[in-house]
């Protein structure tokens, strides 16, 4: 089946530091990719979608100039959390949309990013 | 997106059929059902979609009601390893664009 890997899969850094989570589809391409950030005990909140060679698109309360998306390539999406603060610490799953059209299902799940800010 | 409403947990005896609810009372006509979940401190995995008919896979079974106001996903023979929160998300279908989001999900816990 599809799969989706994010790296790394789980991160400690400073309050104020900058910190990036790739997400790579690889064994398909994905023009679109979704970040979804989720708490303790709490469900799954999407905070973008990327479209590769253009802008994200952010969720209403996300601060774009904070969570810096890239989708540069088919099968490559990046997150960077800029100066980042404790309350920035959660779990950070992407997901991939298989533009191909093929396959019962076309959205993948990545096994997430657990970052923890100090 | 339409919304779904779940209950928040549920318990179900191992080897026993786990049958979970959800209601989506305003789903639109081209709105499907999705069905994940997710392990603890795990990305979510797809269970099964369903638009009208009934669909079965190797996982589990979906059952959409004929008005299509509610569904039931039924895992035939839980095991312990199908410990995990279940969603329910309704949306447009992959060629319309959409979101996946996520409600707060049933927890479903097996038990021996």
């Known amino acids: 089946g599809a799969v989706v890997s994010q790296h790394p899969s789980w991160v400690i850094c400073k309050s104020g530091t900058s910190v990036k989570i790739e997400c790579r589809s690889l064994d398909f391409q994905a023009t679109t990719m979704f970040w979804y950030r989720q708490f303790p005990k709490q469900s799954l909140m999407l905070m973008a979608t990327s479209n590769e060679g253009s802008k994200a698109t952010y969720e209403q309360g996300v601060e774009k100039d904070k969570f810096l998306i890239n989708h540069a390539s088919l099968t490559l999406s990046t997150l960077t959390v800029t100066s980042a603060h404790p309350e920035d610490s959660s779990f950070y799953i992407c997901?991939?949309?298989?533009?191909?059209?093929?396959?019962?299902?076309?959205?993948?799940f990545g096994p997430g990013t657990r970052l923890t800010v100090t | 997106d339409a919304k779904t409403t779940q209950p928040p947990s549920m318990d179900c005896a191992e080897g026993r059929a786990a049958n979970l609810p959800c209601n989506h009372s305003?789903?639109?006509?081209?709105?499907?059902v999705y069905w994940y979940r997710q392990i603890h401190s795990q990305g979510p995995q797809y269970i099964i979609h369903g638009l009208k008919n009934n669909e079965t896979n190797e996982m589990a079974s979906l059952i959409i009601t004929e008005d299509r106001k509610s569904s039931t996903l039924i895992l035939p023979h839980a095991t312990l390893r199908d410990t995990a929160v279940y969603y329910c998300i309704v949306r447009v279908g992959r060629n319309q664009g959409g979101k996946l989001i996520f409600g707060q999900g049933t927890e479903l816990s097996v038990k021996p």
């Open positions: 997901s991939a949309r298989d533009s191909s059209g093929r396959g019962a299902y076309e959205q993948y």
């Open positions: 305003t789903i639109s006509g081209n709105e499907y």
